[in-house]
């Protein structure tokens, strides 16, 4: 059985920093391209930052220069080091795992971590 568990979230100042990690389980990690999404209330989910299984990140344009991600596969983890935090990235973060196969695609998500970034 598969899982995603994300952690480190909370409140944190404006301008302060939070490392979410997810911890993945029951899956060959290494194989998977991960990606960190966040979502507002009433909002669409959005893609925040990728990193695939070869270890190349992207990430959206609200997220460049203040956002991380890593991975360690020993430890079938991904991080998203999160500095210059800003009120509107207050949302519940969530670890998302897609493998892409010729024969199908698998895709799995974290229950989200809530980050509020609030003074």
């Known amino acids: 059985q598969v899982q995603l568990v994300e952690s480190g979230g909370g409140l944190v100042q404006p301008g302060g920093s939070l490392r979410l990690s997810c911890a993945a389980s029951g899956m060959i990690f290494s194989r998977y391209d991960m990606g960190w999404y966040r979502q507002v209330p009433g909002q669409q989910r959005e893609l925040v930052a990728g990193i695939t299984s070869g270890g190349s990140t992207n990430y959206v344009d609200s997220s460049k220069g203040r956002f991380t991600s890593s991975r360690d596969n020993t430890k079938d983890t991904v991080y998203l080091q999160m500095n210059s935090l800003k009120p509107e990235d207050t949302a519940v973060y969530y670890c998302?795992?897609?493998?892409?196969?010729?024969?199908?695609?698998?895709?799995?998500w974290g229950q989200g971590t809530q980050v509020t970034v609030s003074s």
């Open positions: 998302n795992a897609k493998y892409r196969h010729y024969i199908g695609t698998w895709d799995y």
